[in-house]
């Protein structure tokens, strides 16, 4: 992770009372959420899709947990 996204990660953790170790990325997590990001950006012709749609996927493993590879391959063959 950069700096500039550990300081974003730091800021956010601080807003809600969170250590910033929780919310880590794994390097896995990182390949699948900007993979997401471009698959959302080029098959919708709109790039503000990708940030959009990595935003409803974090709602989703948030609220629900379970796998972050199978929730973005739902989003992305329900997008598809």
Do not use: F
């Amino acid at each position: 992770m950069d700096a500039w996204l550990e300081d974003a990660r730091a800021k956010l953790a601080a807003e809600v009372g969170d250590e910033p170790a929780r919310y880590d990325l794994t390097q896995a997590e990182v390949d699948e959420l900007l993979e997401l990001a471009r698959i959302a950006a080029h098959e919708s012709g709109e790039r503000v899709n990708a940030p959009l749609l990595c935003y409803l996927v974090g709602l989703a493993h948030g609220r629900h947990g379970g796998s972050l590879s199978d929730l973005v391959d739902a989003s992305v063959a329900s997008s598809a």
